[in-house]
C-alpha cells in the first residue's frame, strides 16, 4: 500500500473535484456527517476551503437542510499526564474548518485512569483543558478503537464498565466500538462466525452483560440532558494513585453528581464540597457496584458515602431534608498542606470532646490506624518506607463518646520524597539480540533498529515502590507512542519465592528459567504499561489483571525505560530482597495487538530466522535481588 498515490490537496483543481464528490453524498444521499481519517497530514488551508469555502461542505450541507452536519476528524494526538500539547493541536482544528473531534487525549487518559490504575487528578486536569481550549460537546468520547488495542486486553470488566459510565456522563459525544457490548478483547475481531478471531461464533447477544450495561446507560444519559449539556466541576480526585473521583454536573436548574472508586480496595469520600445546604438530600439515578440509597448531606454541604470496589454512583440533589445529629468534636492536626517529609515522621495534634480516633492514607478505609487521644493530645510515628513517593492525603475519622458519634476532619496533603535505594545494577552483552540460538533477525521496516537490544538494568527501592531501569540499544519514537519508546515490549516476570506461580511465559511459547515461576507479570510497550497476576495464566492467557500500572519514564540520553511499581501492584511487599526479576524483549503489533509474528525470512513488520512456534524472545537477562 505504499505505492499508492498522494493526492496534492494544494492544487485547486483537486480540492474542487473532492468538492464535487463529497457534496454529491450530501445532495444524493442525504447523509448527516463525514468521519474524516488522520486530518492531521493534510494542510489546515485544504480544510478551510475543501469544509467552509464557496460549494464546500458546509454551504451545500444547509442547502440541504442540513444545518447540523457534523464533521469530525481524526488526529490521534496525546496529552502527557498534566501537559496540554494535544489539546492545542485539536484547538487548531477547530480554528481551521472542523466543528468535531475525536477526542484522543481524553482516551489516553482514561484509558491510564480505568484499565492501568493511575492517579486519577490527571483526569481533573484533562477534563479542565478539554473545557479551555474547545466546547466539550463537540467532541466524540471512546473508549476503544480499530487501532488500538482493546480495553480488555489488561482491563477488568468492571474497569471497562466504569470506563463506559465516565464517557456516558461527561459532555461530549459518546462512541461504542462494535464487540465493546460483547466483551471483545481482539482489536479487529469479527462479528460474523466465518470472520478473523471469531470463534465461529456469531457475536450478536442481546442479552451479553455488557449489551445490556451499556442500554441502561444510554438510557440514563437520555432521560437526563444534564449530561450532555451540563458545566462539569470536578469535586474530589486522588493523586497518588486509584481511588476516589468525583464530579457534577449542572444545567438548567438540575444538579448530578458522579462518584467513581477507580481502586480494587473500599474508599472513603470524605469533605465532598456538594453546594446543598446541610440535611438536604442525594438521590440516586444509578449505582453500579454500589448501594442505590440516599444520602444525606453533613455540615458545610459536604457529603460522606464509603465506595466499594471499581464502583459507580450517580445521583442529583434535591431540596428534600432529613435530620442529620453531628458530635461537639473539635480535632487539630499538626501539618501544613503540602508539607514535604523526607523521613520518618511523628504527626500530632489536639481534639476536645474525642476518646480516639483513625488515620487513614489515600482514603484507605480498610488499612486505617487507631490512634489513643490522652489529655487533648495525641500523636501518630508515621513509616514513610511503606508508601510510594509522590503526593499522599491524610484523613482522620474522629471518635466521641461511642464510635457511633464520629466526624471526619479535613483532608491533608504531603509529599513523601524518600530516600532511594540502589539493590541491583548489572550489564548486558550489546550484540546478543538474536534470539536464545542467535539466529533470529529484526523485521526489514527501516523504523527497526537495535531496539531489542538489553544493555543493563538497575534495580531501585523507593519506599514503596520498585523501579526497574533497563537500558537499550537504541530508543527510538519513530510512531509517536505515548509512553515515548516504540519497537520494542519489555515482558518484566517477577518471582516472589514464597509464592506458587507460573512457568509458562504467556504467548512467548518459552517457560521462566532455572526451574523459577512468576508471580507478576508487567507488560510495557509504547502505547501500554499493563500488570497481571499468575492466577488464571497460560500459553494463551496473561493472567489476571491487576492495577495500579507501573509509570512509565525515557530518557533518550541515556537510553533507558524505567518503571516504577507501586507497592500495591505487589501486594505491598515488606522487602524486595529474595526476588527473582526475568526481562525478556520482543516487539508487538499494535494494528492486531499481538506480539510479532517470525518466520524463516524476516519481512517487513515480521521477525526471520525461525517460525511461529520457536520462543518470542530477543534478548533477556535474569536479576536475583540479594537477601
Known amino acids: 500500500?505504499?505505492?499508492?498515490?498522494?493526492?496534492?490537496?494544494?492544487?485547486?483543481?483537486?480540492?474542487?473535484?473532492?468538492?464535487?464528490?463529497?457534496?454529491?453524498?450530501?445532495?444524493?444521499?442525504?447523509?448527516?456527517?463525514?468521519?474524516?481519517?488522520?486530518?492531521?497530514?493534510?494542510?489546515?488551508?485544504?480544510?478551510k476551503e475543501f469544509l467552509k469555502g464557496e460549494n464546500g461542505i458546509y454551504q451545500v450541507a444547509n442547502e440541504s437542510g442540513k444545518t447540523g452536519f457534523i464533521t469530525f476528524g481524526e488526529a490521534w494526538v496525546r496529552s502527557d499526564p498534566l501537559s496540554d500539547t494535544g489539546e492545542k493541536v485539536i484547538r487548531e482544528f477547530f480554528e481551521n474548518g472542523m466543528n468535531s473531534m475525536l477526542d484522543f487525549p481524553l482516551n489516553i487518559e482514561l484509558r491510564s485512569i480505568f484499565k492501568e490504575g493511575k492517579p486519577t487528578a490527571n483526569l481533573t486536569y484533562r477534563l479542565e483543558k478539554?473545557?479551555?481550549?474547545?466546547?466539550?460537546?463537540?467532541?466524540?468520547?471512546?473508549?476503544?478503537?480499530?487501532?488500538?488495542?482493546?480495553?480488555?486486553?489488561?482491563?477488568?470488566?468492571?474497569?471497562?464498565?466504569?470506563?463506559?459510565?465516565?464517557?456516558?456522563?461527561?459532555?461530549?459525544?459518546?462512541?461504542v466500538y462494535y464487540g465493546t457490548e460483547q466483551g471483545f478483547n481482539e482489536t479487529r475481531a469479527a462479528m460474523f462466525a466465518g470472520g478473523f478471531q471469531s470463534g465461529d461464533v456469531d457475536h450478536y447477544n442481546n442479552n451479553s452483560e455488557l449489551f445490556k450495561y451499556?442500554?441502561?446507560?444510554?438510557?440514563?444519559r437520555k432521560n437526563n440532558p444534564v449530561f450532555r449539556y451540563g458545566t462539569l466541576?470536578?469535586?474530589?480526585?486522588?493523586?497518588?494513585?486509584?481511588?476516589?473521583?468525583?464530579?457534577?454536573?449542572?444545567?438548567?436548574?438540575?444538579?448530578?453528581?458522579?462518584?467513581?472508586?477507580?481502586?480494587?480496595?473500599?474508599?472513603?469520600?470524605?469533605?465532598?464540597?456538594?453546594?446543598?445546604?446541610?440535611?438536604?438530600?442525594?438521590?440516586?439515578?444509578?449505582?453500579?457496584?454500589?448501594?442505590?440509597?440516599?444520602?444525606?448531606?453533613?455540615?458545610?454541604?459536604?457529603?460522606?458515602?464509603?465506595?466499594?470496589?471499581?464502583?459507580?454512583?450517580?445521583?442529583?440533589?434535591?431540596?428534600?431534608?432529613?435530620?442529620?445529629?453531628?458530635?461537639?468534636?473539635?480535632?487539630?492536626?499538626?501539618?501544613?498542606?503540602?508539607?514535604?517529609?523526607?523521613?520518618?515522621?511523628?504527626?500530632?495534634?489536639?481534639a476536645k470532646g474525642a476518646t480516639s480516633a483513625r488515620i487513614i492514607f489515600d482514603t484507605r478505609i480498610e488499612d486505617g490506624k487507631d490512634?489513643?487521644?490522652?489529655?487533648?493530645?495525641?500523636?501518630?510515628?508515621?513509616?514513610?518506607?511503606?508508601?510510594?513517593?509522590?503526593?499522599?492525603s491524610i484523613l482522620f475519622k474522629v471518635y466521641g463518646q461511642t464510635r457511633r458519634d464520629s466526624i471526619y476532619s479535613k483532608d491533608y496533603k504531603v509529599i513523601l520524597d524518600i530516600p532511594e535505594i540502589v539493590l541491583f545494577s548489572g550489564e548486558d552483552p550489546e550484540g546478543d539480540d538474536a534470539g536464545p540460538e542467535g539466529r533470529y533477525l529484526y523485521p526489514t521496516d527501516i523504523t527497526f533498529k537495535r531496539q531489542m537490544d538489553l544493555l543493563g538494568v538497575n534495580v531501585r527501592q523507593i519506599?514503596?515502590?520498585?523501579?526497574?531501569?533497563?537500558?537499550?540499544?537504541?530508543?527510538?519514537?519513530?510512531?509517536?507512542?505515548?509512553?515515548?519508546?516504540?519497537?520494542?515490549t519489555f515482558q518484566i516476570y517477577i518471582d516472589d519465592p514464597s509464592k506458587k506461580g507460573a512457568t509458562v511465559l504467556p504467548f512467548q511459547n518459552a517457560s521462566m528459567p532455572d526451574g523459577l515461576d512468576w508471580d507478576y507479570f508487567i507488560f510495557a510497550n509504547g502505547w501500554s504499561i499493563v500488570a497481571y497476576s499468575s492466577e488464571g495464566s497460560g500459553s494463551k492467557s496473561f493472567g489476571t489483571a491487576i492495577s495500579p500500572t507501573p509509570l512509565v519514564q525515557t530518557n533518550k540520553l541515556t537510553g533507558e525505560v524505567i518503571l516504577r511499581i507501586p507497592g500495591e501492584t505487589l501486594g505491598r511487599l515488606e522487602s524486595f530482597e529474595g526476588l527473582n526479576i526475568y526481562i525478556t524483549t520482543w516487539d508487538f503489533d499494535g494494528i492486531e495487538?499481538?506480539?510479532?509474528?517470525?518466520?524463516?525470512?524476516?519481512?517487513?513488520?515480521?521477525?526471520?530466522?525461525?517460525?511461529?512456534?520457536?520462543?518470542?524472545?530477543?534478548?533477556?537477562?535474569?536479576?536475583?535481588?540479594?537477601?
Not at 456527517?33 to 488551508?45: A, H, L, W
Not at 490522652?374 to 514513610?384: A, R
Request: glycine letters at 8%; charged letters at 25%.
Open 214 to 220: 451499556i442500554q441502561e446507560l444510554i438510557t440514563l
Open 1 to 47: 500500500m505504499s505505492g499508492l498515490d498522494d493526492l496534492n490537496t494544494e492544487n485547486p483543481e483537486v480540492i474542487e473535484a473532492l468538492k464535487d464528490s463529497y457534496t454529491f453524498w450530501i445532495r444524493e444521499a442525504g447523509i448527516d456527517g463525514f468521519r474524516i481519517d488522520t486530518v492531521i497530514y493534510v494542510p489546515y488551508e485544504f480544510w
Open 371 to 392: 490512634i489513643e487521644i490522652i489529655d487533648g493530645k495525641w500523636l501518630y510515628e508515621w513509616d514513610i518506607s511503606k508508601f510510594d513517593p509522590g503526593i499522599h
Open 463 to 488: 519506599g514503596a515502590s520498585l523501579v526497574i531501569a533497563m537500558k537499550i540499544k537504541d530508543l527510538t519514537d519513530s510512531w509517536g507512542p505515548q509512553n515515548g519508546f516504540d519497537h520494542v
Open 130 to 175: 478539554r473545557s479551555e481550549y474547545f466546547d466539550p460537546s463537540r467532541m466524540l468520547t471512546f473508549v476503544d478503537n480499530h487501532d488500538m488495542e482493546r480495553f480488555l486486553k489488561g482491563g477488568g470488566l468492571a474497569n471497562l464498565k466504569q470506563a463506559l459510565a465516565f464517557i456516558f456522563t461527561v459532555p461530549g459525544i459518546p462512541v
Open 233 to 350: 466541576r470536578v469535586l474530589k480526585d486522588d493523586s497518588n494513585g486509584p481511588g476516589i473521583f468525583a464530579y457534577s454536573l449542572e444545567w438548567e436548574g438540575e444538579k448530578v453528581f458522579v462518584i467513581m472508586n477507580t481502586s480494587g480496595e473500599r474508599r472513603i469520600l470524605a469533605n465532598m464540597d456538594t453546594g446543598m445546604e446541610m440535611c438536604e438530600v442525594v438521590r440516586p439515578l444509578y449505582a453500579f457496584n454500589s448501594l442505590f440509597k440516599d444520602y444525606t448531606v453533613e455540615n458545610d454541604g459536604n457529603l460522606v458515602i464509603t465506595m466499594n470496589p471499581r464502583s459507580v454512583y450517580v445521583g442529583v440533589a434535591t431540596k428534600e431534608k432529613k435530620s442529620v445529629t453531628l458530635p461537639d468534636i473539635e480535632f487539630n492536626v499538626d501539618l501544613e498542606d503540602n508539607q514535604k517529609i523526607d523521613s520518618n515522621y511523628t504527626i500530632t495534634g489536639s
Open 593 to 627: 495487538a499481538v506480539y510479532r509474528d517470525i518466520y524463516p525470512q524476516p519481512k517487513g513488520y515480521h521477525f526471520g530466522g525461525g517460525t511461529k512456534e520457536d520462543p518470542y524472545i530477543m534478548d533477556e537477562m535474569l536479576i536475583r535481588l540479594g537477601k
